[in-house]
């Protein structure tokens, strides 16, 4: 996930509404009585699950040390799936591997009751860590066509895939305190938002895994360590990405008359699409484009025959998507009918990853916040927060079955540095993806306590 950018004040106090939506059943004499409130599991599980959690995390630790020197980018997650898959193993979930190339599936049963799927994303970014710390990432990573990129999680998926871990195993350790099936799963490629859709056309539904109930996902995010959001609805945006290609015709340099340049297309496409936001969409709705990358030629004196711009798009309605996709389009025809380009050269559009918006659903967010509140105190849980602009693909993976899912925000730095930032007018501290982000160790038992907790809510058995 990235980019905790704009904040929707407007869509967030919409949310509150819906929450206070909840319809209150009625009685058959016609009195209103409001639905049974979702109360908390027992304090005492909670206990055992902090007892458990403690005693584990220096194993956690451990784990999450060892992902964090050993980085991997979209698609090449083998050493980390190694590790899931062993680990799994090891406190008996049946595991299986290798799916959209190097996810990983463990499957707990365990009696009667509802399935409930939970997910760890394993890729890293391709970013240079400066955070200094004695596990900071140093290598490069050596990518299959020879080249080297600079690779570091900096987007705490490491911390996900070891809370996971913990999940797994405090949960097998507390089998007789819960009924029903846990499906702790470690999807890859989730920075380029193809590692979901990958696992789906690996015939994830189709190999007789126990279908969900319910989905959960966690995400850490620069808030203070002991805080968690929490909040049903729109949570964040939808996202595309796309490759525009412009074909020119090359030539020398000095002869520019001869040529049709797409270097010159490009950047009149790139100027040309900073007015799709600010002129064509509606300015109360969301929606960003950014061009992260153009691509053309190499020779000072050489004009290239193609010009690619990688663009990407976020955004909350299917209608505004359609609208930029649209603009694009006619933009990219403009720009090239405009330079002489004949019809059979037209600029193409080739789209990669997409994801739609991450909508929490309501019911499952108050069913587990009471035990959350209960775990970390009253105040530490956000039901309330703004969607974000970041996107995810972890709810692609459960698109055709409409598995009702929570995805929840764990904090990871550390608290004074945060009260800090906000002091001096930052939001936060440091942001995902940057060079210095980073997972306060702290944070490691508070997400495997929040994993836990989350799923126990659903799972417990209740006196
Ligand atoms: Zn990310
Ligand atoms: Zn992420």
Not at 305 to 330: C, G, H, Y
Not at 373 to 394: H, I, N, Q, Y
Request: some cysteine; glycine content about 8%.
């Amino acid at each position: 996930m990235n980019n905790f950018g704009v904040r929707k004040f407007i869509l967030s106090q919409i949310l509150a509404l819906a929450v206070l939506s909840v319809p209150a059943a009625i009685l058959a004499d016609g009195t209103a009585a409001s639905t049974p409130v979702p109360t908390a599991i027992p304090s005492a599980l909670i206990d055992r699950i902090n007892r458990l959690v403690e005693a584990d995390n220096s194993r956690l630790t451990a784990i999450f040390k060892d992902i964090h020197q050993h980085p991997e980018i979209a698609f090449t997650e083998r050493r980390t799936a190694a590790i899931v898959a062993r680990n799994l193993k090891e406190i008996g979930f049946k595991v299986t591997g290798e799916i959209g190339r190097t996810g990983v599936v463990g499957v707990l049963e365990n009696g009667p009751g509802p399935t409930v799927w939970f997910r760890a994303d394993m890729d890293s970014n391709s970013v240079r860590e400066a955070t200094g710390l004695p596990w900071a990432a140093t290598a490069k990573q050596r990518l299959a066509d020879g080249s080297e990129i600079d690779v570091m999680h900096a987007c705490g998926h490491d911390a996900h895939v070891t809370w996971l871990l913990g999940l797994a195993k405090i949960m097998a350790e507390l089998k007789s305190e819960w009924s029903g099936t846990l499906v702790v799963y470690a999807q890859p490629a989730e920075e380029v938002g193809l590692g979901a859709q990958a696992m789906v056309d690996d015939k994830l539904w189709q190999r007789g895994f126990p279908k969900p109930d319910y989905a959960f996902g966690a995400h850490t995010f620069p808030g203070p360590v002991g805080t968690i959001v929490s909040a049903p609805g729109v949570r964040m945006a939808g996202t595309d990405q796309l490759d525009i290609t412009f074909n020119g015709v090359g030539g020398h340099g000095s002869t520019p008359q001869m040529t049709i340049d797409p270097v010159v297309m490009a950047a009149q496409a790139v100027l040309s699409y900073q007015t799709i936001v600010s002129r064509n969409i509606d300015p109360q709705a969301a929606a960003v484009l950014s061009v992260g990358s153009i691509v053309a030629g190499r020779d000072n004196n050489v004009i290239p025959e193609t010009a690619t711009l990688k663009v990407n798009l976020r955004w909350f309605s299917p209608e505004v998507r359609a609208q930029m996709l649209r603009r694009i389009d006619e933009i990219n025809d403009g720009v090239a009918i405009a330079a002489a380009v004949s019809k059979a050269r037209m600029p193409t559009r080739l789209m990669k990853g997409t994801a739609g918006p991450l909508v929490n659903d309501n019911l499952l967010m108050t069913r587990i916040n009471p035990s959350l509140r209960v775990a970390l105190g009253k105040d530490k849980v956000l039901d309330e927060f703004p969607s974000v602009m970041g996107s995810e693909d972890f709810q692609e993976a459960f698109q055709s079955l409409n598995t009702p899912y929570a995805f929840i925000l764990i904090g990871v730095a550390p608290p004074e540095m945060y009260t800090k930032a906000r002091a001096a007018g930052r939001p936060f501290p440091y942001a995902n993806h940057n060079p210095d982000f980073f997972v306060d160790l702290a944070a490691i038992p508070v997400g495997a306590k929040v994993n836990t907790v989350a799923v126990m809510s659903v799972l417990a058995k209740r006196p």
